[in-house]
Structure formats: C-alpha cells, structure tokens
C-alpha cells in the first residue's frame, strides 16, 4: 500500500465535510471544540500514518486546503541472471 502525508490549511477550511466522503482511509474528521480563524471546524487528520496519498481529499476540497504528498516507490532489485 501506498504511503502518503497529508497537510491540511485549516484556517482556509470551510468544513464542508466534503474530503470525508471520499478518504478511502478514513482518517479525516471536523475538529471537535475549536475554530478557525473564520469561525468554522476545520478538518483534522486522525491517523497520519494511515494516510495512502491519493489526493481525493484535495480533488474533491473546494477551498483547495489540502497538499499531499506520496512516497516515492522504490525501483525493484534487478533479478540476478542465472
């Protein structure tokens, strides 16, 4: 599986809920007792290390407050010739 990291702007989040409907991880959740800087919950990660890094978070996120990054796969060792 994929590994990826997930930054979040929370002070440009609307938490419209909208990346919780597709984080096929289910890490992502509106923070419970506190606010933003315009007044609204923002989204939180939960569980950081369970984040895969495919971004539908920050397709589906109108206010474009996510940045994703992905691990980059390491090349296969080269079998040796027999």
């Given at each position: 599986m994929a590994k990826g990291m997930v930054i979040?702007?929370?002070?440009r989040c609307k938490g419209c809920g909208l990346c919780m409907t597709v984080c096929p991880a289910h890490i992502l959740q509106l923070a419970d007792g506190r606010f933003?800087?315009?007044?609204y919950?923002?989204?939180?990660?939960?569980?950081p290390p369970a984040c895969t890094g495919c971004a539908?978070?920050?397709t589906i996120c109108p206010d474009v407050v996510f940045t994703v990054y992905r691990q980059k796969r390491q090349p296969k060792p080269a079998a040796a010739p027999a």
């Amino acid at each position: 599986m994929a590994k990826g990291m997930v930054i979040v702007d929370e002070d440009r989040c609307k938490g419209c809920g909208l990346c919780m409907t597709v984080c096929p991880a289910h890490i992502l959740q509106l923070a419970d007792g506190r606010f933003n800087a315009k007044g609204y919950w923002p989204i939180q990660v939960t569980d950081p290390p369970a984040c895969t890094g495919c971004a539908s978070c920050a397709t589906i996120c109108p206010d474009v407050v996510f940045t994703v990054y992905r691990q980059k796969r390491q090349p296969k060792p080269a079998a040796a010739p027999a």
